[in-house]
């Protein structure tokens, strides 16, 4: 296993806690295995990640609660409940910080992915399934070395608290990482629901709660779709066109329509296509509105200088 807390002491960690966090991260994805399968022919299947931090009172988790719903925890909250579980009372940290960390998508899995206009490549979906095993064991790192170093910690996505609720509009969680790492300061949204950071929209993404005191990462953008080219009034309808199943509209995803694509549509036009061997995981995954969009891999520039992605 890639890194260890014996690399790191208290001391350290206190005179510059976002530099050791993001250090260990980024250490961690560049050295882990887990960052690494066969099927990828000996590339990996994220890039260097993207690390944020935000304060467990911001205030925008409450908005959160008003905007996805009132089941969706804030940072406190899920500390709490860890705690409660591990130590049987609600001990309340007097702070509280959010670790988020994006994880772009590897440029040969996107370039595999752009080519498809149906169903996710098999790198995609490998990328779905074990890059999401490979988070799974990053966010455990992570929880590890903050324990290591004396404090509490606790990955929400990996605790028996975190679920999703059935809405009108779809199925939410009550930890959304898009919504975490936006207010990390590490992107905005899109149109399709996505989140568009410096490195694209092309990512995954996770988070850890931790009672250790960490300056959080400023939100340097005007608004929560700033980053968006549709939403700056520019004319781009890449993830509308992109769309299979016409879930991307100019007013927005459609999640159900999404869902619905996904765990039923999907499998019936693979076996259609004669392509079911080869992908893995309950359902082949997607990606085509994150890739051959001018958002793929960077924020977009204004218009006139848009390079579309046509490989």
């Known amino acids: 296993m890639a890194g260890s807390s014996s ?31 066969p099927a990828f022919g000996g590339e990996a299947i994220f890039d ?53 960390f994006v994880l772009p998508v590897a440029y040969s899995t996107r370039l595999s992915n752009r080519r498809e206009t149906v169903v996710a490549s098999i790198r995609w979906n490998y990328t779905r399934w074990y890059g999401q095993e490979f988070i799974n064991e990053l966010s455990r790192y992570l929880v590890s070395l903050l324990e290591g170093l004396g404090y509490q910690a606790v990955a929400p996505e990996l605790a028996d608290f975190y679920g999703w609720k059935e809405l009108p509009g779809g199925l939410a969680s009550n930890w959304s990482q898009r919504h975490i790492a936006y207010a990390a300061g590490l992107g ?16 995954r993404c996770g988070s850890v709660v931790t009672d250790a005191g960490i300056p959080p990462t400023p939100r340097v953008y005007r608004n929560h779709v700033a980053n968006c080219l549709f939403y ?58 994150q890739t051959k969009v001018p958002c793929e891999d960077r924020i977009p520039p204004a218009a006139g200088s848009e390079r579309r992605q046509t490989a």
């Open 188 to 203: 905005t949204f899109s149109l399709n629901d996505g989140l568009i950071t410096p490195r694209g929209i092309a990512l």
């Open 232 to 289: 700056r009034g520019e004319s781009c309808r890449r993830c509308i066109e992109r769309c299979p199943v016409g879930a991307i509209s100019e007013h927005g995803h459609d999640k159900n329509k999404c869902r619905e694509f996904l765990f039923v549509r999907q499998k019936e036009l693979l076996r259609e296509l004669g392509r079911t061997p080869g992908y893995t995981g309950s359902y082949p995954a997607c990606g085509l509105c």
């Open 7 to 37: 690399q790191f002491n208290r001391e350290l960690f206190e005179a510059a806690p976002a530099d050791v966090v993001e250090r260990a991260i980024k250490e961690y994805v560049a050295c882990s295995r887990g960052n690494w399968h």
């Open 48 to 100: 260097e990640p993207l690390v944020g931090f935000a304060a467990g009172d911001d205030s925008i988790f409450q908005e959160y609660k008003a905007i996805i719903g009132d089941f969706h925890l804030t940072p406190g909250e899920a500390l709490v409940r860890h705690l409660k579980s591990r130590m049987g009372s609600e001990v309340r940290p007097a702070r509280v910080t959010v670790i988020a």
